[in-house]
């Protein structure tokens, strides 16, 4: 599986960070553990043309100047294996740089993610999944329930990432955003 995701700054990180530790500390979770840093994904695929990738997203990004993102809440994908996460809010420049990364790396993927098409895609950054059931969600919200749920990040790099077997992965490629104001 190949996806193109964006970490978190430091500061994002380290409360992100804070939250999973809360979640195992009170719940065992630790299926989150496998990544590893707080990120949000831009668009995944089983398959992906890496080659043909590379110069489309180096040119999307020397284009897209860095700019803040925000989240605030908790989230629920709900179903058999749930995900808590955090929201990110969708605004202009973060679904302008969105659908740019879709239109154009679409073409050279195979099996995308159907959910991370631009009217179905909800950014969020993952608190638990793998290792949260319906029974124990109660423990894993109350958890973080008493937790700050907002944070500022500011996105400087879109990062090509493969990994097999739900592991960690390897990054291929990392590209910087265009080094403009981001505006926090």
């Known amino acids: 599986m190949y996806a193109i995701i964006s970490e978190l ?17 009170g719940c065992g979770l630790e299926g989150i553990f496998n990544y590893p840093t707080p990120h949000f994904t831009w668009f ?22 860095s700019f803040a993102v925000h989240s605030v809440g908790i989230g629920l994908f709900p179903g058999e294996a749930p995900v808590l996460y955090l929201p990110v ?27 991370h098409s631009p009217n179905d895609w909800v950014p969020h950054i993952t608190l638990a999944m793998r290792d949260l059931t319906p029974e124990n969600l109660p423990c894993a919200l109350a958890a973080v329930a008493g937790e700050p749920q ?20 390897e990054t291929l490629a990392v590209f910087r955003l265009a080094d403009e104001g981001a505006g926090l």
């Not at 809010?89 to 159907?114: F, T």
């Not at 907002?150 to 992965?169: D, F, M, P, R």
Request: charged letters at 25%; a negative charge; glycine letters at 2%.
């Open 89 to 115: 809010v969708k605004s202009p420049r973060l679904m302008m740089l969105h659908r740019s990364i879709w239109d154009q790396i679409l073409p050279y993927a195979q099996e995308a993610n159907p959910f």
């Open 9 to 25: 700054n430091e500061t994002a990180t380290v409360q992100v960070m804070h939250l999973w530790r809360e979640l195992n500390r």
């Open 150 to 169: 907002e944070l500022t990040s500011i996105v400087q790099t879109v990062a090509l990432v493969k990994s097999e077997n739900q592991s960690t992965g």
């Open 44 to 65: 995944s695929a089983e398959e992906m043309d890496v080659e043909r990738c590379k110069p489309i997203l180096e040119m999307i990004t020397a284009e897209s100047p």
